[in-house]
């Protein structure tokens, strides 16, 4: 169970650090081979954590060979994993693109989606992908160009606009629609854009934030309505996406943040604010679920874009973007403090030591509720890493000691249990001594884990030669 888990972390944590275009990539590779009957349990494994990190109903995205899926293409940058609800400048909520679908198939241009549907689905099964990518495009621009005219009509008529919102059907229909209609009208400038950057952007800054910078700039010159998208084409190539701040500190000149609201480049942190929200929430949410591992995994990036904004940006704690930050500190350390409290409680009620009465014949610890406890531990070593940039420092470092201090004292009473273990309560012994060593692993590193290991040998090996 603690591989499996370990595993499935390791790989949950390289698929966050992808960017969203090869996520997308490795999705439709994945879903053409399960259309070749090439499915293994390695694929489905992946897919499985691929659609997990598209929260919320209907995040999986459209699936392969789908005419919808060829026409969302050019959003990819601007797609955002969250609930439609929740505002991110810029950002269209993938939860958001079967609405808007099934409005274009309905309301907007019912005849022609219909016909291009069927005639893409019949170029894809014919292998012809330049062919159905070209029926796409057509029918991208028809659809940009309908959406401008029917909202120009809108601003002139409010019962227009009124029936138009209901009929796009997303918490955020003005938006949604204003970003599809963008998008889709510069879709080959940010295509020929985005080809001068690279895939994958470990660190922006010197020639490389210059460069970035310098794009943004063009594209904005073109139009200054795509100014956000622009940002946000940057971002996506970001393995760190908080250092999209540097572009609003170069083009102020400062880190000092009334003058960087000064300039167009402000939207930047509202972006970055937006998004470490919205990490905050999957924090909040993993952990409800009791994903204790992926909420390790969320806690690495929180704390480093947490830490990266206040490099970047001199947030002093009267300023909005200062008193926004500390909330999204604040609620990070609220909702971890419980489990944190929590942690060595849990360890004392499975390893406490317990007299021959108290344990029933032949039983064990919940294999269950100790990789649970491990995973708890996890998180206990990772905000006592992450906790003074997250307000979680006191209660971390608290729960650390009351679990090494327990812990410290609490395996030889374990051994000596071993040692002396009858037929009946031999089973639960040697499982608490195994979820010790495992916890002690956790808290006092490999080496003292390992030595542990040995002691349990020992100590079942005496029990054995006693018996002989």
């Known amino acids: 169970m603690a591989s499996e888990g370990s595993t499935v972390e390791r790989l949950q944590q390289f698929l966050r650090e992808l960017t969203p275009q090869t996520r997308t990539l490795l999705v439709a590779e994945l879903e053409r081979g399960v259309l070749r009957g090439d499915e293994t349990p390695a694929n489905d494994l992946v897919l499985d954590q691929l659609r997990r990190l598209l929260r919320g109903s209907d995040r999986t995205g459209s699936r392969i060979g789908n005419a919808a899926r060829l026409f969302f293409k050019p959003l990819e940058p601007f797609l955002v ?35 291009v549907t069927a005639a893409v689905n019949q170029a894809l099964i014919a292998n012809e992908s330049d062919k159905a990518e070209q029926l796409v495009r057509g029918f991208q621009d028809r659809a940009a160009a309908k959406i401008e005219e029917i909202f120009s009509l809108a601003q002139r008529d409010d019962r227009v606009r ?50 970035a910078k310098e794009l943004v700039d063009s594209i904005q010159a073109t139009d200054r309505k795509l100014f956000i998208y ?8 970001l393995a760190a996406p908080w250092q999209l701040i540097r572009l609003a500190t170069r083009a102020a000149g400062s880190d000092n943040v009334m003058r960087v609201s000064e300039t167009p480049y402000e939207v930047a942190v ?20 009791r994903k204790l591992l992926s909420v390790v995994s969320l806690l690495k990036f929180i704390h480093d874009a947490a830490r990266g904004m206040r490099t970047a940006l001199d947030l002093t704690q009267d300023s909005p973007w200062g008193r926004e930050l500390s909330t999204l500190r604040a609620q990070v350390s609220d909702t971890l403090k419980g489990e944190l409290e929590q942690a060595p409680a849990r360890v004392r009620k499975l390893l406490r030591p317990r007299p ?29 890493h992450f906790g003074s ?8 470092q608290r729960a650390f000691a009351e679990l090494k ?19 009946a309560d031999r089973a639960f012994r040697q499982a608490q001594v195994d979820a010790s060593v495992r916890f002690c692993t956790k808290i006092f590193g490999p080496e003292y884990g390992s030595t542990l290991g040995k002691a349990a040998l020992a100590a079942a090996g005496e029990k054995q030669l006693a018996t002989a």
């Open 230 to 237: 622009a940002l946000l084409l940057v971002m996506s190539r």
């Open 389 to 396: 940039e997250l307000a979680i420092a006191e209660p971390s």
């Open 270 to 289: 509202a972006i970055m604010l937006a998004e470490l929200g919205r990490l905050v929430g999957e924090l909040k949410a993993d952990l409800k679920d």
């Open 356 to 384: 021959p009465t108290e344990i029933r014949a032949d039983s064990t610890l919940d294999t269950d509720e100790v990789t649970q406890t491990e995973a708890l531990m996890d998180l206990v070593v990772a905000c006592r």
């Open 81 to 115: 994993d969250d609930v439609a609800e929740h505002q991110h400048p810029g950002r269209l909520s993938r939860t958001a693109l079967e609405p808007m679908w099934t409005w274009i198939r309905r309301d907007l241009m019912p005849d022609e989606a219909e016909a």
């Open 162 to 211: 009124r029936r138009l919102f209901a009929q796009i059907g997303t918490p955020r229909a003005t938006d949604d629609a204003t970003t599809l209609m963008r998008v889709l009208k510069a879709r080959d400038l940010f295509a020929a854009s985005g080809a001068k950057l690279p895939g994958h952007v470990d660190n922006l800054a010197d020639a490389m934030l210059d460069q």
């Open 405 to 423: 201090q327990f812990l410290d004292a609490g395996m030889s009473p374990l051994l000596d249990g071993l040692r002396h273990a009858g037929d």
